[in-house]
Nanobody, 124 residues
Framework: QVQLVESGGGSVQAGGSLKLSCAAS????????MGWFRQVPGKERELVAR???????YTADSVKGRFTISRDNAKNTLRLQMNSLTPEDTAMYYC??????????????????WGQGTQVTVSS
């Protein structure tokens, strides 16, 4: 049984930083594609960043230069370092895991497993 458990969300002021973690069990973080998505009420879930098993990364233009995705194989954990946060980054953030060949990993349907989400709130 695969479980993804996010942590690290919270409330910060604009310009601040947060580091999200996604602890995986029943799934090896370097075996497939993993990603961070975010969603605000009334909008579709959007990809923030994803990491393929071979190490290829993608970061959305809206967060490029501010967010960094990484994985800690020893701890079987996916991370998202978020710097220079703005109110527009406020959302529920979800960790997702998929197969090795995940059709690029750009869409929610490319992933099989999801965490419960962690809320990030950035105030101005």
């Amino acid at each position: 049984q695969v479980q993804l458990v996010e942590s690290g969300g919270g409330s910060v002021q604009a310009g601040g930083s947060l580091k999200l973690s996604c602890a995986a069990s029943g799934y090896t973080v370097n075996s497939g594609c993993m990603g961070w998505f975010r969603q605000v009420p009334g909008k579709e879930r959007e990809l923030v960043a994803r990491l393929l098993s071979g190490g290829t990364q993608y970061t959305a233009d809206s967060v490029k230069g501010r967010f960094t995705i990484s994985r800690d194989n020893a701890k079987n954990t996916l991370r998202l370092q978020m710097n220079s946060l703005t109110p527009e980054d406020t959302a529920m953030y979800y960790c997702a895991a998929g197969p090795q060949y995940c059709n690029g990993g750009y869409r929610p349907r490319d992933y099989n497993y999801w965490g419960q989400g962690t809320q990030v709130t950035v105030s101005s």
